[in-house]
């Protein structure tokens, strides 16, 4: 999937050894500072990639998100809807036998393949955690779709603490939950500041609502249906009468659902190479998947200092948790 040629990405080490960098994720995990976000070198490296080689195409739907906030069920969601023409949902789908993560893959993750060996496949369906203003330019000169989800602040930390801590090799340490808080509030935080990523997106959706459609984890749950129709129909793929009929909308929800998914074998006991250094288990985007979970971890204290920062960044731009 991805070239081993570590020399594409060099020059691009190079630039971020220069970076402003900190402590972030988990307790030995360096972070750099870019064009006003944080990242992992490791992710840092093949965004550059993109950023000077990646060619967005009219058929591209690409899946937006910060980590955490409902990645796995949107690219499942989009991939059963996009190919449903060539799949039936049957055991033999393909989001039986593989991970979400596998059906429709990150551009981060394949970039050099995606960048520099361009496959003419009719439909590409990628996801990406880029903030909207470190986009190549050809995102908004295409004709590609964006679909971004994001998710209650306070949730998406506590699902993101529970990830970084799983994903801490052994012998390592895993940031408390109280350095987690401070760092998010910070805004030194993985593809944050949290604010800064979704309100980018926020924004070009009131902009360009043809182009990109901004969805809420909370919404989907409450009204699955419902958002799952607008999803098609964004993307090009509406369902007709007849499907709705035949009950084709629940039978992608109820592939996608989180029942479904986190029971199956491949997402409970299969692996993946995310890159070439970083294998991980399917089964860690699997925890609890509903909202409102930040009420089990954070304090009230926390809680209170989140919505006096979240109120203060969010303030006049319409878009509230
Ligand atoms: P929790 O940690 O709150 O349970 P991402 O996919 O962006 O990494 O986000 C992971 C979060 O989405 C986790 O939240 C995970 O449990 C939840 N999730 C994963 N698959 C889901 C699905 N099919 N439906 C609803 N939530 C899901």
């Not at 990109?212 to 509406?238: C, N, S, W």
């Not at 288990?281 to 920062?309: C, H, P, Y």
Request: proline share 5%; net charge negative.
């Amino acid at each position: 999937e991805e070239t081993s040629d570590s020399r594409i990405y060099q020059k691009y080490r190079e630039t971020i050894a220069t970076l402003p960098k900190a402590i972030g994720g988990n307790a030995s995990q360096e972070i750099y500072q870019y064009q006003g976000f944080w990242y992992y070198p490791l992710y840092l490296e093949r965004i550059m990639l993109i950023q000077e080689h990646f060619k967005a195409q009219p058929s591209h739907i690409m899946v937006v998100s910060m980590p955490k906030c409902g990645t796995t069920w949107l690219k499942a969601l989009t991939f059963a809807i996009a190919t449903r023409s060539q799949f039936d949902f049957s055991l033999s789908h393909p989001l039986t036998a593989s991970s979400p993560h596998e059906c429709l893959p990150f551009l981060e993750a394949v970039a050099a393949t995606a960048c520099l060996n361009e496959a003419n496949n009719p439909i590409a369906l990628f996801a990406t955690h880029m903030p909207f203003t470190s986009l190549p330019e050809s995102f908004l000169s295409s004709a590609c779709k964006m679909v971004y989800i994001c998710r209650n602040p306070k949730d998406a930390l506590t699902s993101m603490w529970h990830f970084e801590c799983r994903l801490t090799p052994k012998g390592k340490k895993c940031f408390t939950l109280e350095e987690a808080f401070e760092h998010f509030s910070d805004g030194v935080y993985p593809y944050g500041p949290y604010w800064d990523h979704v309100l980018g997106y926020w924004k070009a959706s009131l902009e360009w609502p043809e182009k990109l459609l901004f969805l809420k984890y909370e919404d989907l749950k409450t009204d699955t249906m419902r958002h799952v129709k607008k999803l098609a129909q964004f993307i090009g793929h509406p369902f007709s009468l007849q499907e709705e009929k035949d009950g084709l909308v629940e039978e992608v929800i109820q592939l996608c659902s989180f029942e479904n998914l986190s029971n199956l074998d491949v997402n409970k006991f299969g692996k993946r190479h995310v890159t070439e250094k970083l294998e991980i288990e399917n089964a860690v985007f699997f925890r609890k998947g509903v909202v409102g979970d930040w009420k089990n971890n954070l304090t009230a204290e926390m809680s209170e200092q989140l919505d006096k920062i979240i109120e203060q960044k969010l303030r006049g731009s319409g878009l509230s948790f």
